[in-house]
């Protein structure tokens, strides 16, 4: 297991800002484990694309300044979206023993310098819970 150590804020997690990627980008599992060490605050998170072969979107410019990319960085750059469990009682799902994943507001990090933020995409083909299911069923 491999960590990388990030900063950026997770929203509604504002409060914290140092995370630990741990299993960073390895070819072992779709997850990876983002912890904030400090406070105990855990998030497993997924690369969108065992949900989606063809997850896209445009980097805005202001988030290409805030991770301080530059030229070509698509090869520095990598992005995972949070999973979570059916927790919500009051949203009826098709499945309650699956995992959830938040396709629309994915984390999109600097992995040269650590840097990450999570935005909020305006691409509304992407929802905010799409069951993890939804590619790697067969597989």
């Known amino acids: 297991m491999s960590e990388l150590y990030l900063k950026g804020k997770i929203l509604g997690f504002e409060d914290y800002n140092n995370y630990v990627l741990e299993d960073s980008f390895g070819e072992n599992s779709p ?3 983002l912890s904030c060490p400090e406070k105990a605050v855990t998030f497993v998170a997924v690369n969108p694309y065992y949900i989606v072969d063809d997850y896209s979107f445009e980097i805005e410019d202001s988030i290409v300044r805030e991770l ?9 750059i990598a992005i995972l979206c ?20 938040n396709l629309r507001s994915p984390l999109i ?7 990450f933020v999570q935005t909020i995409l305006q691409n ?13 069923a067969n597989n």
């Open 68 to 76: 301080m990319l530059e030229g070509n960085y698509i090869d520095d």
């Open 124 to 136: 509304e083909m992407y929802g905010v819970s799409v069951p993890f299911y939804a590619k790697k």
């Open 109 to 115: 990090i600097n992995i040269k310098n650590g840097y």
């Open 82 to 101: 949070i999973v979570r469990p059916n927790e919500n009682a009051c949203i009826v799902r098709p499945n309650e023993n699956t995992l959830y994943v």
């Open 31 to 33: 997850f990876r484990l």
